[in-house]
């Protein structure tokens, strides 16, 4: 099959498109056909070998697949996900996969057998594996992953809109529905409105009943924020755009902030920030060290929350929102699996407006 290998680290890094074997499911894990397959920041830090965890080169990158099942691994007693008596009907009877079904996969591959994925909880499962970072993605024709990792594509949410979704999308849920919690009524801030965690914010806490501000650098980001959904879009150039926030709000502050770049964007959002109100944050791609000053924190009883990753439970309600209509794709361009390196260059320049997929597969008739 072909594929699209990072062979050296770097920004730009290194990426050739080759021929490597198909790729063989033992029992317990299926062959996708990569349909479509969203870019994140998360391949950048790949690329650059950003990340604090040790990654063999070469590596296929890509976390969020949308494809169809080709290949069922051969069901021996050994490899079958454990059954699970846990809340939900996880591996109830231990769903039957074929080829031809529709799915999308969980980037955050988990054990299924640890302490938190027994009780649901995947996202903090100890012996987690980032698909396309720490195992080979889905930048390629095919992958192979386990059938824990899946998840149907409801009818009416085609590829694209799954990787445009699957991801960020339930990084976003996980955020505003796991997490931490949204009243009808709230004020929330979701940062970054044209990316993909932020442009599913908007879209989540709106339906959630919350009264939304956004920010964006450019003036069509702010207006694509807008479109989605936020009441005000503040421009993040402004050195001080959280008095902008305190003006919207009435002085009030915000109650909610969905907080995914770090550095001085997070000190800004405390800024921002009610009384009693809470930050979640899932990321730090404008920096990781941060400056905190414990004197506000503690005197307006703030609340600091992390966030990484997902819950199979936060997938499933991503994409049956998203066939319900409540959860809309922003999709920014979609590129073919030759032009990879062109689309890490396109995310790295900041100038998108929603997600980059790549298709490593000529798009068939998706509607099926
Ligand atoms: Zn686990």
Not at 304 to 309: L, P, Q, R, W
């Amino acid at each position: 099959m072909k594929a699209i290998q990072l062979v050296a680290h770097g920004a730009p890094g290194t990426f050739e498109l080759r021929d490597v074997p198909d790729p063989q499911p033992d029992a317990g894990e299926v062959v996708v056909q990569v349909q479509s397959c969203g870019l994140n920041h998360l391949d950048l830090w790949l690329e650059e070998a950003g990340l604090p965890i040790p990654v063999k080169l070469p590596r296929i990158p890509g976390g969020e697949i949308a494809g169809k099942i080709v290949q069922v691994g051969e069901s021996g007693s050994a490899g079958v996900p454990p059954a699970s008596s846990e809340p939900g009907q996880r591996d109830a009877g231990a769903p039957k996969w074929k080829p031809g079904d529709a799915v999308a996969v969980q980037s955050n591959i988990f054990c299924g057998e640890c302490e938190f994925c027994r009780r649901g909880e995947e996202s903090m499962c100890l012996r987690g594996e980032i698909l396309g970072v720490q195992r080979d993605g889905g930048f390629a024709e095919k992958v192979v992953v386990p059938t824990r990792a899946l998840v149907r594509l409801p009818a009416g949410v085609d590829f694209d809109t799954s990787a445009a979704l699957t991801l960020a999308g339930s990084t976003a849920m996980h955020m505003l529905t796991n997490r931490a919690q949204v009243k009808p009524g709230d004020w929330v801030l979701a940062i970054g409105g044209a990316s993909g965690v932020g442009s599913a914010a908007i879209q989540i806490a709106k339906q959630l009943g919350a009264r939304v501000i956004s920010t964006g650098s450019t003036e069509a980001k702010r207006a694509l924020a807008q479109h989605l959904g936020a009441e005000f879009v503040v421009d993040s150039n402004k050195p001080n755009w959280p008095a902008d926030i305190r003006k919207y709000t009435n002085k009030h502050g915000v109650d909610l902030v969905v907080e995914h770049v770090g550095g001085d964007v997070l000190g800004k959002c405390f800024d921002c920030l009610a009384r009693g109100g809470t930050i979640v944050t899932c990321g730090a791609t404008a920096g990781r060290d941060v400056p905190f000053n414990l004197w506000p924190f503690f005197v307006k009883q703030h609340r600091f929350i992390g966030s990484y990753g997902r819950d199979r439970v936060d997938l499933e309600k991503t994409l049956a929102w998203t066939a319900e209509g409540k959860l809309k794709p922003v999709i920014d361009s979609v590129f073919p699996l030759d032009q990879t390196a062109a689309a890490f260059a396109k995310l790295r320049s900041r100038h998108c407006l929603g997600k980059i997929l790549i298709e490593p597969f000529e798009p068939e008739s998706e509607s099926d």
